[in-house]
């Protein structure tokens, strides 16, 4: 089921809401809001590596492109490295790099046998993570909001102890038409255990572009968080657009501009 009600576009500008911008967050709200921001880039960086360096290996080799088992990311998000494997479930090699600055691909090579195929310890891990995490998700058989397989995304360990952040994404399969439910976070612990596996949104939210209209933002309400998440970022570097988001926990508002959040002061209407 689609949730409609406050999932909407704003055809006309905002003004008035954007005056009414504010800084006032807890301490709490601020680490939320930051983390959110962090893990949306990368998320984006990661996505944008992972489609444009798809289509650079089908252009220059289809039938290595055939022998894929999958892809990692890893890197800062202005420079993220794209690395396609093999099929060996035991012991996967890398058969394609490709490296990214600001969102532009810069080189890439298909890796020849043994030379340069081993993954390094770090991106083994990210690989054991995926692989871990998606017998987790077909496990729990979550609610899929499209017929389409789920788009992944792996977040490295910002260090050792850390778990490794496996994304479990509805493709965007129109242009025009934002998903943001049916979207999960599975996080996975360096010994392999598996943690609780975190849902965005209670119900399949999409918000789509009305034909021939020229939206200036996105609305949508937020019941499972108390400040947006890493997925409203994620909508809105895909959207180009701000997202306004309503957390129901608290009565806020917060607008979610790519690389910005930011709290409304709703007093001042």
């Not at 998320?43 to 944008?48: H, I, L």
């Not at 975190?198 to 020229?214: M, N, R, T």
Request: glycine share 6%.
């Amino acid at each position: 089921m689609r949730h409609v009600i406050c999932a909407m576009l704003v055809i006309v500008a905002t003004p008035a809401i954007a005056r009414q911008a504010s800084d006032r967050m807890t301490a709490a709200e601020e680490a939320a809001v930051q983390q959110a921001l962090d893990r949306g880039a990368l998320m984006y960086a990661y996505d944008q590596a992972a489609w444009l360096g798809t289509d650079d290996l089908l252009a220059k080799d289809k039938s290595v492109a055939s022998r894929s088992g999958g892809w990692i990311v890893d890197g800062p998000a202005d420079a993220p490295e794209l690395t396609f494997i093999d099929k060996d479930a035991d012991h996967p090699h890398a058969i394609y790099v490709a490296d990214f600055k600001e969102g532009s691909l810069v080189s890439s090579h298909v890796v020849a046998a043994g030379r340069g195929a081993e993954l390094t310890p770090e991106q083994s891990r990210l690989v054991a993570a995926l692989r871990t995490a998606r017998a987790a998700i077909i496990a729990a058989k979550p609610t899929m909001c499209s017929s389409a397989p789920f788009n992944t995304i792996v977040l490295p360990p910002r260090s050792p102890a850390e778990p490794a952040l496996v994304y479990f994404l509805t493709p965007q399969t129109d242009s025009k038409a934002f998903p943001f439910g049916g979207h999960y976070l599975v996080p996975v612990n360096r010994d392999g255990s598996v943690g609780a596996i975190k849902p965005f949104a209670k119900s399949c939210a999409v918000i789509s572009e009305e034909p021939d209209k020229q939206p200036a933002a996105m609305v949508i309400s937020h019941l499972l968080d108390p400040t947006p998440t890493e997925i409203h970022v994620f909508e809105s570097l895909e959207a180009k657009m701000p997202v306004y988001v309503l957390t129901t926990q608290n009565q806020k508002i917060w607008s979610v501009e790519g690389g910005r959040i930011r709290l409304i002061d709703q007093s001042k209407k």
